[in-house]
């Protein structure tokens, strides 16, 4: 199963909603999962489910859609934001839990 | 607080092998699977494989025949061993926790060790 993502990149300035999307290769239903990873960081984990906020996750982030068409929003962009946003998808069996390729948020 | 703390050696040169552990404190190797990860320098994340704590592991097809992931229970750590590395191996490692089965929702990677930075070169 094969995920792109979109856009690769974009900048937006702080209280912005920002949204990106993550596109399916086939019916993945709702078996997605988001993370946020910051320059020389692990990745943080910040929804499962397609749309199951992760405990602490700031609830400006939302996720949402099923099958193969996924969105994650952050309804109003903060400084701390600024870090690349990957999607997971967790469904294919055989395991092989492809990442997309991520969007670079960039803060103006 | 479960925390995973990762460690191995960090040159290699081409056609050896790859050996990284991965200790799980505060929780406990059962009831979960266990992932590794790994980034080259300056792309993206590629899931390399999982294992559980009775050992059951699955692997990307990619690197199947040159990977093995294995657990040690009695110290609540697991393992990777990539043999015969090339330059295309460079990468940053890392070891998670998941993906798993939380309150009837399929949950990703949750927990993650810091990362161990792997250079192949002759």
């Known amino acids: 199963i094969q995920l792109t993502q979109s856009p690769s990149s974009l900048s937006a300035s702080v209280g912005d909603r920002v949204t990106m999307t993550c596109r399916a290769s086939q019916d993945i239903a709702r078996y997605l999962a988001w993370y946020q990873q910051k320059a020389g960081k692990a990745p943080k984990l910040l929804i499962s489910a397609a749309s199951t906020l992760e405990s602490g996750v700031p609830s400006r982030f939302s996720g949402s859609g099923s099958g193969t068409d996924f969105i994650l929003t952050i309804s109003s962009l903060q400084p701390e934001d600024l870090a690349t946003y990957y999607c997971?998808?967790?469904?294919?069996?055989?395991?092989?839990?492809?990442f997309g390729p991520g969007t670079k948020v960039e803060i103006k | 607080q479960v925390h995973l703390q990762q460690w191995g050696a960090g040159l290699l040169k081409p056609s050896e092998t790859l050996s990284l552990t991965c200790a799980v404190s505060?929780?406990?190797?059962?009831?979960?699977?266990w992932s590794w990860v790994r980034q080259p320098p300056g792309k993206g994340l590629e899931w390399i494989g999982e294992?559980?704590?009775?050992?059951?592991?699955d692997y990307t097809p990619s690197l199947k025949s040159r990977l093995i992931i294995s657990v040690d229970t009695s110290k609540d750590e697991f393992s990777l061993q990539l043999r015969s590395v090339t330059a295309a191996d460079t990468a940053v490692y890392y070891c998670?926790?998941?993906?798993?089965?939380?309150?009837?929702?399929?949950?990703?990677?949750?927990?993650w060790g810091q990362g161990t930075t792997v250079t192949v070169s002759s």
């Open positions: 294992i559980n704590s009775s050992g059951n592991t």
């Open positions: 997971q998808q967790l469904k294919s069996y055989p395991p092989e839990f492809t």
């Open positions: 998670a926790r998941g993906p798993g089965f939380r309150g009837g929702v399929v949950y990703g990677m949750d927990v």
């Open positions: 505060g929780g406990s190797l059962s009831g979960h699977y």
